[in-house]
Structure formats: structure tokens, C-alpha cells
């Protein structure tokens, strides 16, 4: 307008380049929000599942309040599973969308400012091979953190087996997991270095108890009285919930040197088949102590022999005689 180069210098420094730089900045938050929105409405479907009718129809399945009651504390339990997982996918959906779409924002608006990106893209790769060759058991713990997220390989308040370490987990990051034992020793563990694990609160549990017995008991007996004291535990209210489906007696699992055992399974909601088998046990001790049932322990038979040559010799013979008769 004022025909003056410098002026139209300034003004492109001034007016020109901060609007555009502006424009690109309100392009990629305008971008990072539909990319956002678009998340949410996918982690909402995947929070609803399709478990809810399901679980309807196996209610209509199951007789009794009691089978309800336990069929919708399972599902309850999977469907947080299921929210919990889809939330925490898509906080790290947006955060890799974040990262990705500001860093084009930054390097579109310095090359706005008259700069050559070029290098600095060049150099970006370069450095970030450097890193990755430097620093190989990061990269890996990344990796392996990902994919345990995206697998639900276990979460939060779940009790798992890392091999060193076992324990309640109580945090997950990408990097590593942290986990509480039941000493209360807090491991942390790099994702990198878990090469597997063994997770005791996904869907469900099972208690297993082998209960023993004496060889002069009545197995029928046994088992008649193991099979009543489970079902007590089934129908017992402070239990719905816990014990989600009827109780099973599999029969004689060992024939042992002090005596036969018996084996108990009960399915349980995950993490509470340590509660139920200390209650289960409980109860059993008392039904056992009721019924007369034996249960047995090793014992030993311990002779003294005496000093008197003669008092040996008479309780022998006192020993033959026994014998003989």
C-alpha cells in the first residue's frame, strides 16, 4: 500500500507471519480436538461392549434370585474391567495424537519464520536412531508397556505373577509396573524385563482345597459332607457375589501316606479365592469335628530301651509273647 520495502518487511514480521503462525496454532488445536472427540465416542462404545445383554439373558437363565445375583456381580466386575481399559487406551490415544500434532504445528511455523526445516527433520531422524540404538531397553520398555496396555495383559488392583516379583499392582506406566506384595514391599518392574505373567484377578478365580482324610473313613460319607458344606457357602448371603457358580467335590485326588485326599473346587469373582478358601476351611475343620471325620497327622512310635539288661530281656519276651498271642 505505501509502495516502502522496508515497511512491508516489517509488516510481514509484525502482521503477516504471527497470523499465520496463529492460524496454525488454531489448525492443530481445532484438529487435536476432533481427533479427541473422535476417541471418546470410540472409548465409549468400547466402555458399553456388548456384555450388558448378554449378561441379561444369562439372568433369565439361572433360577433364583441367588444365580442373578452372582451372574450380575461377574458381570459388573468385567464391565469395570472393560471401562477401565478402554479409558486408559484412550488416554494414550490422545497423548500419542497430541505429541504427533503439536510437533507438525512447531515445525510448520518455523518454517513459516523463513527457516529450512529440512536439517532439523534430518537431524531429528538422526538423533532420534542415536537414541534408539543408545538406549535399546527403553525403546523396549515402551514397546512392552504398549502392548500390555493394549492386550489387558492386567491393570490396577490386579493380584499377578511377574516371577520376582507378586503382588496388587498399584501403578502402570509405559515404562514400568508397580506392585505391592503381601509383605508390603513395593517392587517396581521395567516392562522390558517382564517376560511373562500370570495374572489371579481376570474374570474369575477358582479356589482348589484337597482336604484329608483318614483311610478308615467312609469316602461317601466324606464326600456327602464336603458337598453340604460347600452349598451352605453358595447360599450364604454374605457370599453372593463372591462364589459365582455352584460348588463341585472332583472326588479322591491322592491316596497319600497318612491318608486320602479329597478335592474341593469353588469358582470364585477374581481375587477373592484366598478369602473364600480360609472360610472354607473353616467350616469344614467344624463339620469334620461334628461328624466324627478324622482328619489325619503324622505320628510317631518312639521305644526307649532301658539300662537294666534284665529289664530288656523281659519286656522282649513280654513283646514275643504279645506277638505269639
Request: charged share 25%.
Amino acid at each position: 500500500m505505501t509502495a516502502n520495502e522496508t515497511l512491508a518487511d516489517l509488516a510481514e514480521w509484525v502482521i503477516g507471519k504471527p497470523l499465520a503462525i496463529l492460524g496454525l496454532v488454531l489448525i492443530g488445536l481445532f484438529t487435536r480436538w476432533v481427533l479427541h472427540r473422535v476417541i471418546d465416542r470410540t472409548v465409549r462404545r468400547a466402555e458399553e461392549g456388548v456384555i450388558p445383554g448378554k449378561a441379561s439373558r444369562l439372568s433369565l437363565g439361572h433360577s433364583g434370585s441367588g444365580s442373578k445375583l452372582k451372574v450380575g456381580a461377574q458381570t459388573n466386575a468385567n464391565a469395570n474391567r472393560r471401562v477401565q481399559r478402554a479409558r486408559t487406551m484412550g488416554s494414550l490415544l490422545k497423548s500419542i495424537t497430541t505429541g504427533v500434532v503439536m510437533t507438525i504445528v512447531v515445525i510448520m511455523s518455523i518454517d513459516k519464520l523463513g527457516y529450512n526445516v529440512a536439517p532439523l527433520i534430518a537431524s531429528a531422524g538422526i538423533l532420534g536412531l542415536a537414541l534408539g540404538f543408545g538406549a535399546q531397553s527403553l525403546v523396549s520398555d515402551f514397546l512392552s508397556g504398549i502392548f500390555m496396555i493394549v492386550e489387558d495383559q492386567y491393570g490396577v488392583g490386579d493380584e499377578i505373577d511377574l516371577g520376582e516379583a507378586i503382588g496388587t499392582v498399584e501403578a502402570v506406566s509405559l515404562r514400568v509396573t508397580r506392585l505391592r506384595d503381601i509383605n508390603g514391599t513395593v517392587w517396581y518392574v521395567r516392562n522390558g524385563e517382564i517376560m511373562r505373567v500370570g495374572n489371579m484377578s481376570q474374570n474369575w478365580a477358582r479356589t482348589v482345597l484337597d482336604i484329608s482324610v483318614g483311610y478308615a473313613e467312609d469316602l461317601v460319607k466324606v464326600r456327602r459332607v464336603l458337598e453340604d458344606v460347600a452349598h451352605d457357602l453358595w447360599e450364604d448371603e454374605d457370599f453372593h457375589g463372591k462364589v459365582i457358580e455352584e460348588p463341585s467335590v472332583w472326588g479322591v485326588q491322592d491316596l497319600g501316606a497318612d491318608g486320602v485326599s479329597v478335592r474341593v473346587a469353588l469358582k470364585t469373582a477374581p481375587g477373592l479365592q484366598w478369602g473364600v478358601a480360609r472360610e472354607m476351611r473353616q467350616r469344614i475343620k467344624a463339620r469334620f469335628d461334628f461328624e466324627g471325620i478324622e482328619i489325619p497327622f503324622p505320628q510317631r512310635v518312639v521305644w526307649h530301651r532301658g539300662s537294666d539288661a534284665g529289664a530288656d530281656e523281659a519286656a522282649e519276651e513280654a513283646a514275643r509273647e504279645t506277638t505269639t498271642s
